[in-house]
């Protein structure tokens, strides 16, 4: 799981994921935005596909 709100059950086609996470470092004043989106499919167990992306500075809504 991505550690986001679940993908939409009730659509027949799945649904997607998406988080966002703040990676800072003891030490250093450097922050990055690490976005993670992920599809899946109504009734898989795994995910169709997942997609991050790496971007300088903090997250406007990090969730971590």
Do not use: N, W
Not at 33 to 49: D, F, I, N, P, Q
Request: hydrophobic content about 40%.
């Amino acid at each position: 799981m991505v550690a986001a709100a679940t993908a939409d059950r009730s659509s027949p086609d799945g649904g997607a994921e998406q988080a966002d996470y703040t990676v800072t470092a003891e030490g250093t004043d450097t922050a990055f935005c690490v976005e993670v989106h992920a599809m899946k499919r109504r009734l898989a167990t795994g995910y169709e596909s997942v997609a991050i992306s790496v971007g300088d500075g903090a997250c406007l809504d990090a969730d971590t």
